[in-house]
């Protein structure tokens, strides 16, 4: 599985901005999929993550109700819709997918990772 992350950009604080993560030949289509991101100096860690078929998400306490994660199944493309961005929020953000088709927060258990793709929120 090869994915491709795009949509990051510069946007001011309390902006939105709709991260994609395209998979070839839509192979992650029934893998579990995950948004990552790290800042400078961080770990990389867990922003969001759906099962195969978008049924069950979780969003890492950062997030919760400013970020939805969702995937189109037929071409197992991911998607962060961000709102309310905040300058904590300044990352790359990685997509990812998983062997499992099952919803999977463990980092290690994802074996595909896109490019990345810089979010930058001024204040």
Same mark, same amino acid.
């Given at each position: 599985?090869?994915?491709?992350?795009?949509?990051?950009?510069?946007?001011?604080?309390?902006?939105?901005?709709?991260?994609?993560?395209?998979?070839?030949?839509?192979?992650?289509?029934?893998?579990?999929?995950?948004?990552?991101?790290?800042? #400078?100096?961080?770990?990389?860690?867990?922003?969001?993550?759906?099962?195969?078929?978008?049924?069950?998400?979780?969003?890492?306490?950062?997030?919760?109700?400013?970020?939805?994660?969702?995937?189109?199944?037929? !071409?197992? !493309?991911?998607?962060l819709?961000?709102?309310?961005?905040? #300058?904590?929020? !300044?990352?790359?953000?990685?997509?990812?997918?998983?062997?499992?088709?099952?919803l999977?927060? !463990?980092?290690?258990?994802?074996?595909?990772?896109?490019?990345?793709?810089?979010?930058?929120?001024?204040s």
């Amino acid at each position: 599985v090869q994915l491709q992350a795009s949509g990051g950009g510069l946007v001011q604080a309390g902006g939105s901005l709709r991260l994609s993560c395209v998979s070839s030949r839509r192979t992650a289509s029934n893998n579990g999929m995950a948004w990552f991101r790290q800042a #400078p100096g961080k770990e990389r860690e867990l922003v969001a993550a759906i099962n195969w078929n978008g049924g069950s998400t979780k969003y890492s306490d950062s997030v919760m109700g400013r970020f939805t994660i969702s995937k189109d199944r037929s !071409t197992g !493309t991911a998607y962060l819709q961000m709102t309310g961005l905040k #300058p904590e929020d !300044t990352a790359v953000y990685y997509c990812a997918a998983a062997r499992s088709s099952s919803l999977v927060t !463990t980092r290690s258990l994802y074996n595909n990772w896109g490019q990345g793709t810089l979010v930058t929120v001024s204040s």
